[in-house]
Nanobody, 118 residues
Framework: QVQLVESGGGLVQTGGSLRLSCAASGSVFMINDMGWYRQAPGKQRELVARISSGGSTTYSDSVKGRFIISRDNAKNTVYLQMNSLKPEDTAVYYC????????????WGQGTQVTVSS
């Protein structure tokens, strides 16, 4: 099993920045991709950004150019640097990990709230 623990959420004004962190523990050798998803009230959970163990990244169109995902494999930690935040970025952000040979996330963190005030 893999455990994911997020940190770094909070309240920020429009245009501000936040950095989320997610530390993986347990059977980390089982995972390949890690990523961040978010879920706003009344909406479905959506992909924000994803990064492979080799560093290849994928971003949703809504965050391209504003968010940066990175990964420290030695620390089993993934980061999400969020810049130029907008009120529509307000959501619970979840860290996710994908097992090798899988496509969709198999493990989830508990979520961290990000609120952007206008």
């Amino acid at each position: 099993q893999v455990q994911l623990v997020e940190s770094g959420g909070g309240l920020v004004q429009t245009g501000g920045s936040l950095r989320l962190s997610c530390a993986a523990s347990g059977s980390v050798f089982m995972i390949n991709d890690m990523g961040w998803y978010r879920q706003a009230p009344g909406k479905q959970r959506e992909l924000v950004a994803r990064i492979s163990s080799g560093g290849s990244t994928t971003y949703s169109d809504s965050v391209k150019g504003r968010f940066i995902i990175s990964r420290d494999n030695a620390k089993n930690t993934v980061y999400l640097q969020m810049n130029s935040l907008k009120p529509e970025d307000t959501a619970v952000y979840y860290c996710a990990a994908v097992r090798k040979l899988a496509s969709n996330p198999n493990y989830w963190g508990q979520g961290t709230q990000v609120t952007v005030s206008s």
